[in-house]
């Protein structure tokens, strides 16, 4: 029997504290921003992670601005006049759930300045197809970076109806949602695993290979009405440079992480590497060529990678969501390390030679 629709998002729910458990010290705010399909499991996974004894302070954000008012619109700070917070509801142990129908931008910063310290921010993004806008305000954004961060985003599939999902074409040139979230997720959770277990001992392996060849880098994780162990999907650091062990795994992937094109969309991952170190400056230019003027035609929805710069015992990680990009470095090379310079790109109409091919003209042996 299948799983009934979302259920309505919690307005209050107790949340057991632990005494024991101090509130963190870091200076910013983790936000992770759920996306998926409407009855894919949403809000139930909001509800699990509200309801479960993990003693933290939450916030969850229910979004309701929508494709109609524009992610512009929502990310406008209105000013104290400003009609931002449509509903509070505070939890006696300090948990919190909003809905915000206008200025996003102006609610978190209501939420982090709060008299009691939040230990992690949820952002329902109901109404948004594609999470890349909110993903990359929270990301780098001058107004909100010392007081929230972008922690990571996290996608639940219906693993029932996922394959009609990647299939439904709204138009010759666009693509279902479902392309969008898994291409820009960290984390995929693959919800409803029982109603396809049933089919089969290869469905659901022939499921992870199909997100897999959307995006070879994102982690699944299986779950039933969403249950799933909360290590898994909050605090994975996904875009903080101090904890770069996700992109440093990069070093250590023996696997091939390019994917042929086995969608009629063309969205793909492609893992490129060179030998040498590249020169910083032509690199930044090189990314800004691909990501802001699409130079080879190719609409890049993120990028991660790892560089050997010249001049630097560094080793430099790389991240992008679509036009924004980041290049810092996150530690000294090791000696037994083998210095190379590996970058994946998860997008539409890449071409994978071209890609191949001005990366080795930036580097020098």
């Not at 996974?45 to 916030?59: E, F």
């Not at 010392?146 to 009609?164: C, G, H, Y």
């Amino acid at each position: 029997m299948e799983h009934e629709e979302d259920e309505e998002p919690p307005l209050a729910v107790q949340i057991q504290s632990h005494d024991d458990e101090s509130i963190s010290q870091q200076s910013s705010v983790g936000v992770t921003l759920i996306t998926g399909y409407l009855g894919a499991g949403k809000s139930t996974l909001v509800n699990h992670i509200l309801n479960s004894q993990h003693g933290k302070r939450i916030a969850v954000i229910l979004n309701e601005f929508g494709e109609e008012i524009g992610v512009e619109r929502a990310l406008i700070n209105e000013g104290e006049g400003g009609a931002v917070v449509e509903e509070w509801v505070e939890l006696a142990n300090g948990c919190i759930c909003c809905t915000v129908k206008h200025s996003l931008v102006q609610a978190l910063e209501q939420l982090v300045q709060r008299k009691e310290r939040l230990d992690h921010i949820l952002l329902e993004t109901t109404g948004l197809a594609n999470p890349a806008p909110l993903a990359s305000i929270l990301w780098l954004d001058e107004q909100l970076e010392s007081d929230v961060k972008l922690d990571s985003i996290v996608t639940v599939v219906d693993a029932k109806n996922l394959r009609f999902q990647l299939k439904e074409h709204r138009g010759s040139s666009s693509f279902p949602e479902a392309y969008f979230q898994i291409a820009f997720a960290d984390i995929v959770i693959l919800n409803k695993v029982d109603l396809v277990s049933a089919e089969g001992s290869g469905a659901l392996e022939e499921l992870e290979e199909e997100i897999h060849t959307i995006n070879s880098l994102v982690e699944i994780v299986h779950s039933v009405r969403c249950q799933v162990d909360l290590s898994k999907i909050l605090n994975r650091h996904a875009y903080d440079t101090a904890h770069a062990t996700h992109l440093e795994a990069l070093l250590e992937e023996s696997r091939s992480l390019s994917t042929k094109t086995l969608h009629d969309s063309g969205v793909r991952t492609i893992c490129i590497s060179e030998t040498g170190t590249v020169d910083l400056e032509k690199t930044r230019l090189w990314l800004e060529e691909i990501l802001w003027e699409k130079k080879y035609d190719m609409d890049v929805y993120r990028c991660k990678g790892v560089l050997s710069v010249q001049n630097s015992d560094q080793l430099h990680t790389l991240q992008a969501v679509r036009e924004l990009y980041e290049i810092v470095p996150a530690r000294k090379w090791k000696k037994e390390e083998y210095k190379i310079n590996k970058i994946v790109f998860i997008g539409h109409n890449l071409k994978e030679e071209v890609l191949i091919n001005s990366l080795r003209a930036l580097a020098t042996s």
